[in-house]
């Protein structure tokens, strides 16, 4: 079992920036794909990115390449987003997940997810 708890949301004005954690406990995180998902008031969730740190390989959705990174701190066994020149397009809440094996955006194989983190980006 892993058990998954997201923070570092907030309300940040568009250009901004803000850095979400995901802290794992139960087990490590070496061996899991990390997706970070996003689900806007009404929406679907939906991919936001993925990285597998074995094959290192990073998925990235289009409307976040060139603006949002992820990270690991392997000694907290933390992962984290960092998204810059955030819009307000990218509100919503955001959600950790992690499975074992390939990174899909599909977030119905995710096995383990966070409880989310409210990011607001206002214009």
């Known amino acids: 079992q892993v058990q998954l708890v997201e923070s570092g949301g907030g309300l940040v004005q568009a250009g901004g920036s803000l850095r979400l954690s995901c802290a794992a406990s139960?087990?490590?995180?070496?061996?899991?794909?990390i997706g970070w998902f996003r689900q806007a008031q009404g929406k679907e969730r939906e991919f936001v990115l993925g990285r597998n740190w074995n094959l290192d390989i990073t998925y990235y959705s289009p409307f976040v390449k060139g603006r949002f990174t992820i990270s690991r701190d392997n000694a907290k066994n933390t992962v984290y987003l960092q998204m810059n020149t955030l819009k307000p397009e990218d509100t919503g809440a955001y959600y950790c997940?992690?499975?074992?094996?390939?990174?899909?955006?599909?977030?119905?194989?995710?096995?383990?997810w966070g409880q989310g983190t409210q990011v607001t980006v206002s214009s």
């Open positions: 997940a992690a499975k074992m094996g390939d990174i899909y955006r599909n977030p119905r194989v995710y096995d383990y």
């Open positions: 139960g087990r490590t995180f070496s061996n899991y794909t």
